[in-house]
């Protein structure tokens, strides 16, 4: 199994592949996946996933679930 690692774009600094600490990832009212977080310096930090990332993030360990 591969290591698997959720980063997003932080528009504060405008840095690219900023990996997400605490992550929690939510449903959108259409069906997607959407992992919030942050970077550790208080910037918050989202990003869109496909399904199959976010459910093996979630089944990682790496990110919380949070619909039910």
Known sequence: MSEITLTAY??????????IQDAVITKTAKGAYMAQGHDGKGNKLTTLLGEAKALEAIKAGIAKQGWE
């Open 10 to 19: 932080n528009v504060k600094t405008k840095e690219k592949g900023v990996p």
